[in-house]
């Protein structure tokens, strides 16, 4: 297992953020995370990779018990995240940025050394061209590519992918879909959340469903679509209307 | 790689030895003091940008590091009989460890807040130092005309305290230089751009910012023992002026920030302009309502300072201007 996730809980004040959420991921899969706004799917990430501690509950990476250290501890551990808002160091060069990844990853590489990783990821994906320019003057497609390939860069074990496909055209989404699984090939588990629910069902050989903190389903694609706790959650009570014009 | 693929540091490290130079071969007494102000000033713009230019920590009270590493070196030059290099290297180690155990405080505060403490840290070290007594309390320090005899005359002093602060806005252009092009400098600019998404990328940000803090502080130490050694005494309305400190600022932002050579002319500018508007009949009331102006006019229309400005202007000229 690369990834044990075991009974966490995290309250923001009143608001139960988590409820006791529980589930393993082996290597190598990718494992799309849904559910309705506000479900708590951003607050799982920022929980794994130490954005904030647990109230409740222990992360365990590669076997080794990562509850609580801090983001830049798990980082050097294997982790890489993306925002779903993206931030990119804005007066840097695009490979500059992608650099920082490199050279703060899994591996502390040199300034040397990170820049030639630097260049192969962006080569990857498809950014090379844009390499000298300030992170800030590119456009929004290629801002969540740099997102990605600042990630990449890490060389992680696990990368958490917190929509990357937000906010992408048709075409944009198909070459980022095309991009991450070449990532998946590369050896890398991937967790990813997203609300485009076609190309989720699509990558995803797993998919966790978190409503109000909690895992209501986990299971292949297929299953969950079918789900009728599933179903509720993103539309509401299926036999409500039933219910109700029979009075 | 070679010294001489790097124009960026050898450009302005020659600049700056052939200017020292040209000094000492002139002999002049009165161009030595106008160069001793000019490169003090200088060294604390470039000490202070690796704080604010590079990790994005505006430090209004930095004038403290000058303070406290100032009066410890005069202190041990004075009351201990040290000689000045060893004086000037432990006020600038005592600054420096002070500036270690504050970041860890004053670090954990983004933005004003941490703006707004360092003016704090500073006038609290000019209260303390005005009620300290090995330190003269509230009347300083000060060393006899006689005590220069030890150095060959006060002439020989003079020329000495000049040789040793030429040598340090040199080492200063170097380290400058050397954390920008770091693995460590990449960071700190990291840092600067967005600090949480530095984290999440493995920057170990609380340790980082506390050694660009302690590099920071170590060279105001170290200006401070030369300038206080070059004025016989020393007293804490001297030594913690916090317009100084917001003076250093503004040749950074003219200079630019986050540049090697940014604050060495920026330094220069602001106090050849501030020279001619000190000697200037009409305005010689109104120099800091002046610096006032130009530091707004900078934030409005070249945020990036000169050299910051010329980078971006020409491209060509990025290896040459660092």
């Not at chain 2, 009351?79 to 970041?103: H, I, M, T, Y």
């Not at chain 2, 004053?106 to 007594?133: H, K, P, Q």
């Amino acid at each position: 297992m690369i990834l044990e996730v075991k009974d966490v809980t995290k309250l923001f004040g009143g608001l139960q953020a988590l409820n006791h959420v529980s589930f393993t991921l082996p290597e190598g899969q990718i494992l799309g995370l849904i559910g309705p706004n506000g479900a708590g799917k951003t607050t799982l990430f920022n929980v794994i990779n130490g954005v904030f501690p647990p109230d409740q509950g222990r992360v365990t990476l590669r076997g080794e018990d990562i509850t609580g250290l801090p983001p830049y501890e798990v980082a050097r551990r294997g982790l890489a995240r993306t925002y779903q808002v993206v931030r990119p160091l804005a007066d840097l060069t695009v490979l500059e940025n992608v650099m920082v990844g490199s050279c703060f990853g899994r591996h502390c590489y040199s300034l040397h050394q990170a820049a030639q990783v630097a260049r192969e990821v962006l080569q990857q994906v498809g950014l090379v061209r844009h390499s000298a320019l300030p992170a800030g003057s590119l456009n929004v497609a290629e801002k969540k590519r740099l997102e990605l390939a600042r990630a990449v860069a890490a060389q992680p074990y696990l990368l958490l992918l917190d929509e990357v496909l937000a906010g992408l055209n048709p075409s944009e989404i198909a070459a980022m879909l095309d991009t991450i699984r070449r990532i998946r090939d590369t050896g890398v588990t991937i967790i990813m959340i997203e609300h485009v629910m076609q190309a989720v069902m699509n990558i995803s050989e797993r998919i966790l469903v978190l409503d109000y903190g909690q895992i209501i389903a986990d299971g292949s694609p297929q299953e969950v679509a079918n789900n009728l706790a599933v179903i509720e959650a993103y539309l509401g009570d299926p036999k409500l209307a039933a219910r109700l014009l029979t009075g | 790689m070679t010294l001489w693929r790097r124009p960026g540091l050898w450009i302005p490290l020659i600049l700056v030895f052939l200017w020292g130079l040209l000094i000492l071969v002139s002999g002049l007494d009165s161009m030595r003091e106008v160069t001793f102000t000019l490169m003090m000033f200088a060294t604390l713009a470039a000490s202070l940008n690796i704080l604010l230019g590079y990790t994005g920590y505006v430090s209004f009270g930095h004038i403290v590091f000058f303070g406290l590493g100032g009066y410890t070196g005069f202190y041990l030059l004075s009351q201990r009989g040290w000689p000045l290099s060893l004086a000037a290297v432990s006020g600038g180690l005592l600054s420096a460890a002070v500036a270690g155990l504050l970041g860890l405080a004053v670090l954990r505060l983004r933005g004003a807040y941490f703006a707004l403490a360092t003016i704090g840290i500073n006038e609290a070290a000019r209260a303390f130092i005005s009620n300290f007594s090995p330190f003269g309390g509230a009347t300083g320090l000060f060393v006899n005309f006689s005590y220069y005899q030890s150095y060959g005359g006060a002439g020989r002093a003079l020329w000495l305290t000049f040789i040793s602060l030429w040598l340090t806005i040199l080492l200063v252009t170097v380290v400058s230089y050397g954390v920008k092009h770091s693995r460590f400098g990449l960071g700190l600019m990291a840092i600067r751009e967005d600090e949480d998404a530095a984290l999440v990328m493995g920057v170990k940000a609380p340790q980082a910012k506390t050694i660009a803090f302690v590099i920071s502080a170590f060279f105001p130490g170290i200006v401070g023992t030369l300038y206080f050694f070059k004025n016989g005494n020393v007293e804490p309305g001297d030594a913690f002026q916090l317009h100084m400190s917001i003076e250093t600022l503004v040749m950074i932002m003219l200079g630019g920030q986050g540049t090697v050579s940014g604050p060495l002319l920026g330094a220069v500018t602001y106090q050849g302009l501030r020279g001619y508007l000190l000697t200037s009949p009409l305005f010689k009331s109104l120099h800091l309502a002046i610096a006032g102006l130009v530091l707004l006019l900078i934030v409005l229309f070249l945020p990036a300072g000169a050299i910051g400005w010329l980078r971006q202007r020409f491209q060509g000229l990025r290896r040459f201007l660092e």
